[in-house]
C-alpha cells in the first residue's frame, strides 16, 4: 500500500510541477488572459449542461436534473459572470496610508496569484463545489488542481474530458479518485489547498497539507441550527425551512440541521410541516426527489432513526406513504420531536432528510443551547422582531447568517462563504475569493528625499530629538 500510495504522490507531483513551471514562466497572467479563461469555462459549462446534469443524475441514482440546474449551473455560472465583470477591478493595485513620518514614500498592495491552487471536491454539489473555488482561482491568475470523490464517477469522467479539450494540463488538471489518491493530493506541495468535506477529513488534509506549510481553505459543515421565533408566520416559515432542507435530501453542508422552536409552537409545527409536504410530495418515487448518495450514508439515516426512537423520540414521516426505499436509496423526510444529546441524529451533522424538533422557552434559551455547541457553518433566525435578530447575530458566532429564510447567503458572491472553528477556516466567492487566492503583497516605494537618515546609528543629536519627538507626540495624542 505504500509503494502504491508513493507512486501517486509521485505522478501527482509531477503534474503539480509541471503546472509551477508553466505559472513560472508566465506568473502575472493579464487581466485579458483572466477573462479569456473565464470565458471559455462559461462557455463549457453552458454548453454542455445536459450531459453535466445527466452525469450528476447517474452519480447519485437519482437526482432532479432541475435542482441541478438551480443549484450547480446557475449557481456556477453566476460566479464566473461576476468574476468577469469584476476582475479588472479586482486586479487594481490598492493604495495605502503612509505615516507622516515616512513621507513622501508611498504605500501600496498589489494581488499577485500564488501559483498552483489544488482544490478537493465533495460529491454533494460536485459541479458547483468545483467551478466556484476554480472562478477565483482562475480570476487571481493561479494554475489549478482538481480531485473529484469518488462517488462523481460520472461527472469526473466528462469533465476531464471537457477541460483536457478547452484546457491544457498546464492550466487545469481534474483528477479522479482512485483509492488513496485524496491523501496523495492533499501532500502536494501546492501554493493553496481549498478542500469542502467532513470536519475529521478536514483534519487530515490540514495535517497532510502542514509537511509543506501548505495554507488551507476549510469548508467543512456541523449542525446548522434554525431558530423560529414566536412573532414570525409558522407557515411561511416552515414554507421555506422545509424547502431547503429538501434540496438534494438534506445533504447539504448549510442545510438546517435542527429546529428551535417556541414551546407553545411544537404542535402547530409539526401539523404545518405535514401540511406542507402533503402538497409537495405524495411519494418519494417522484424524479424531483433525490436519491441517498450510496448504500454507506443509506444505512446511517437507518439507523439514526432506529436509535432515536430507541431512546424515546418520536418520529413523524412526513410523507407517510412512502418508507424508505434501499433500492433507490431514497429516503423520506421525517421529523425527529425532542431529540436528546445522547441520540446520533444530535450528535454529528446530519446530511439527510431527518429534521430534529427542539422546543425552548425564550430566545436566550435557544441561544444558550447554540453557544454550547461547536460553531456551524450556517444559522437561520425567522423572526420580524429588530431587537430579537440583533440578539441571536451578536451573541451567536457561525459561518453565514441568512435572516427568514435558509441558504441563500451562500448564492450571494458579493458575499464570503466559509466556515468558523469545526465548521472551517478562510472563506471565498467572489472578491474574497479572488483575495484569499493571492498573495496581496505590500509594497513602499522610497522616495530620493527621507528623513530615514536619521534612524540609522551611530544616532546623531538631531535624530535623538527627531525619535524622541515622534514617541513623546505619539504618547500624547492617546492620553
Same mark, same amino acid.
Given at each position: 500500500?505504500?509503494?502504491?500510495?508513493?507512486?501517486?504522490?509521485?505522478?501527482?507531483?509531477?503534474?503539480?510541477?509541471?503546472?509551477?513551471?508553466?505559472?513560472?514562466?508566465?506568473?502575472?497572467?493579464?487581466?485579458?488572459?483572466?477573462?479569456?479563461?473565464?470565458?471559455?469555462?462559461?462557455?463549457?459549462?453552458?454548453?454542455?449542461?445536459?450531459?453535466i446534469c445527466q452525469a450528476i443524475t447517474a452519480d447519485f441514482g437519482c437526482r432532479s436534473t432541475t435542482e441541478t440546474a438551480l443549484l450547480e449551473i446557475f449557481t456556477s455560472l453566476e460566479s464566473i459572470n461576476g468574476a468577469i465583470k469584476d476582475v479588472k477591478a479586482w486586479m487594481k493595485p490598492q493604495h495605502r496610508h503612509t505615516s507622516l513620518w515616512f513621507k513622501p514614500a508611498k504605500n501600496s498592495v498589489i494581488p499577485q496569484p500564488l501559483g498552483v491552487v489544488g482544490i478537493i471536491v465533495p460529491w454533494n454539489y460536485p459541479l458547483f463545489l468545483t467551478i466556484a473555488p476554480m472562478v477565483a482561482a482562475l480570476a487571481a491568475g493561479n494554475r489549478v488542481m482538481v480531485k473529484m470523490s469518488e462517488n462523481s464517477q460520472h461527472l469526473c469522467q466528462l469533465l476531464q474530458q471537457l477541460f483536457a479539450h478547452d484546457f491544457s494540463a498546464e492550466q487545469i488538471y481534474i483528477v479522479a479518485e482512485e483509492g488513496e489518491t485524496g491523501i496523495a493530493f492533499s501532500q502536494l506541495a501546492f501554493d493553496h489547498l481549498i478542500f469542502t468535506g467532513s470536519t475529521t477529513t478536514g483534519k487530515a488534509v490540514m495535517a497532510a497539507a502542514a509537511t509543506h506549510l501548505v495554507p488551507v481553505t476549510l469548508e467543512l459543515g456541523g449542525k446548522s441550527p434554525v431558530i423560529l421565533a414566536d412573532d414570525y408566520d409558522v407557515h411561511l416559515a416552515l414554507s421555506r425551512i422545509l424547502g431547503g432542507k429538501m434540496y438534494n435530501s438534506g445533504q447539504t453542508c448549510v442545510a438546517p440541521d435542527y429546529l428551535l422552536v417556541p414551546q407553545a409552537l411544537e404542535s402547530e409545527v409539526i401539523r404545518q410541516s405535514q401540511a406542507i409536504m402533503a402538497q409537495r410530495f405524495t411519494d418519494i418515487q417522484h424524479p424531483d426527489y433525490t436519491s441517498i448518495i450510496d448504500d454507506l450514508s443509506f444505512s446511517r439515516l437507518c439507523d439514526t432513526v432506529e436509535n432515536a426512537v430507541e431512546l424515546g423520540a418520536k418520529v413523524i414521516n412526513l410523507i407517510p406513504k412512502s418508507?424508505?426505499?434501499?433500492?433507490?436509496?431514497?429516503?423520506?423526510?421525517?421529523?425527529?420531536?425532542?431529540?436528546?444529546?445522547?441520540? /446520533? $441524529?444530535? +450528535?454529528?451533522? !446530519?446530511?439527510?432528510?431527518?429534521?430534529?424538533?427542539? =422546543?425552548?422557552?425564550?430566545?436566550?434559551?435557544? %441561544?444558550?443551547?447554540?453557544?454550547?455547541?461547536?460553531?456551524?457553518?450556517?444559522?437561520?433566525?425567522?423572526?420580524?422582531?429588530? /431587537? $430579537?435578530? +440583533?440578539?441571536? !447575530?451578536?451573541?451567536?458566532?457561525?459561518?453565514?447568517? =441568512?435572516?427568514?429564510?435558509?441558504?441563500?447567503? %451562500?448564492?450571494?458572491?458579493d458575499l464570503p462563504f466559509g466556515g468558523i472553528g469545526h465548521s472551517g477556516m478562510g472563506h471565498y466567492h467572489g472578491r474574497d475569493g479572488f483575495e484569499r487566492l493571492s498573495k496581496l503583497r505590500p509594497i513602499t516605494y522610497q522616495a530620493a528625499l527621507s528623513t530615514t537618515k536619521y534612524f540609522y546609528a551611530p544616532y546623531s543629536k538631531i535624530g535623538q530629538r527627531l525619535i524622541n519627538f515622534i514617541i513623546n507626540r505619539k504618547l500624547s495624542r492617546y492620553k
Open positions: 500500500m505504500m509503494n502504491l500510495l508513493m507512486t501517486t504522490v509521485t505522478e501527482l507531483e509531477q503534474y503539480r510541477q509541471r503546472q509551477y513551471d508553466a505559472f513560472m514562466q508566465h506568473s502575472m497572467p493579464t487581466v485579458e488572459e483572466r477573462i479569456t479563461n473565464l470565458k471559455i469555462l462559461k462557455q463549457l459549462i453552458t454548453q454542455h449542461q445536459v450531459q418508507a424508505a426505499d434501499p433500492q433507490q436509496r431514497k429516503f423520506p423526510l421525517q421529523l425527529i420531536c425532542q431529540p436528546t444529546d445522547v441520540m /446520533t $441524529v444530535m +450528535q454529528r451533522e !446530519i446530511f439527510g432528510p431527518l429534521l430534529p424538533i427542539i =422546543t425552548y422557552k425564550n430566545i436566550q434559551q435557544a %441561544v444558550d443551547y447554540i453557544n454550547a455547541r461547536e460553531r456551524p457553518l450556517a444559522l437561520y433566525l425567522f423572526s420580524n422582531d429588530k /431587537t $430579537v435578530q +440583533q440578539q441571536v !447575530i451578536n451573541q451567536t458566532r457561525s459561518g453565514g447568517v =441568512t435572516i427568514n429564510d435558509v441558504m441563500l447567503h %451562500v448564492a450571494q458572491d
